[in-house]
């Protein structure tokens, strides 16, 4: 008993021991934090010189929350900026943030629009999101047969590009 409570002192005076590695937590936090904030100030300075690469990574640190608080509406301006630019990884973020409502008000058409631009510069996600935001029933209705699916251009694009197809029926065209 007289050992443990020699050592739980011994302990203790060792943490509280000035120029102790663990005497200032918070400072080794703050010194964190600074340089974080300067990588943001940054990133942020290169967006606002145009540069699209910064400006999609910014979008990304707004929509992922980290090192700033997640706002959907930032994320989608500089997500906004950087597809103007041409940014396929862009315009599918913007189109998703279009699709789901999330910053910006739910709008299905932009969402395609978005979806499309980066699908045309090859993004595959782009285009399975672009397939997909048709309803089934609305395709149906536009005379497909039941059982089969509609396809977007750019997946018999990619069929006659090798890209493995699906276990579903593919219909020949629209």
Same mark, same amino acid.
């Given at each position: 008993?007289?050992?443990?409570?020699?050592?739980?002192?011994?302990?203790?005076l060792?943490?509280l021991?000035?120029?102790?590695?663990?005497?200032?937590?918070?400072?080794?936090?703050? !010194?964190?934090?600074?340089?974080?904030?300067? !990588?943001?100030? #940054?990133?942020?300075? !290169?967006?606002?010189? =145009?540069?699209a690469?910064?400006?999609?990574?910014?979008? #990304?640190v707004?929509?992922n929350?980290?090192?700033?608080?997640?706002?959907y509406?930032? $994320? $989608?301006?500089?997500?906004?900026?950087?597809?103007?630019? =041409?940014?396929?990884?862009?315009? @599918?973020?913007?189109?998703?943030?279009?699709?789901?409502?999330?910053?910006?008000?739910?709008?299905?058409?932009?969402?395609?629009r978005?979806?499309?631009a $980066?699908?045309?510069q090859?993004?595959?996600?782009?285009? #399975? #999101?672009?397939?997909?935001?048709?309803?089934?029933r609305?395709?149906?209705?536009?005379?497909?047969?039941?059982g089969?699916?509609?396809?977007?251009? @750019?997946?018999?694009?990619?069929?006659?590009?090798g890209?493995?197809?699906?276990? @579903?029926?593919?219909?020949? =065209?629209?």
């Amino acid at each position: 008993m007289r050992f443990q409570k020699c050592l739980a002192i011994a302990v203790v005076l060792l943490y509280l021991r000035p120029g102790s590695a663990q005497s200032d937590p918070v400072s080794c936090a703050s !010194k964190r934090q600074t340089a974080e904030s300067t !990588k943001l100030l #940054n990133l942020r300075r !290169k967006a606002e010189t =145009g540069d699209a690469s910064a400006q999609y990574i910014l979008g #990304n640190v707004y929509v992922n929350g980290s090192s700033v608080l997640r706002d959907y509406k930032e $994320a $989608a301006r500089w997500y906004s900026a950087a597809a103007a630019q =041409g940014s396929a990884s862009a315009q @599918f973020m913007l189109g998703y943030l279009f699709e789901h409502g999330l910053g910006v008000s739910q709008d299905y058409a932009e969402a395609a629009r978005q979806y499309r631009a $980066a699908a045309e510069q090859g993004h595959a996600i782009a285009e #399975n #999101n672009l397939a997909g935001l048709v309803p089934a029933r609305s395709r149906c209705a536009q005379g497909c047969e039941p059982g089969r699916r509609v396809v977007s251009p @750019f997946s018999r694009t990619r069929r006659h590009h090798g890209a493995m197809q699906s276990g @579903f029926p593919v219909s020949s =065209g629209p």
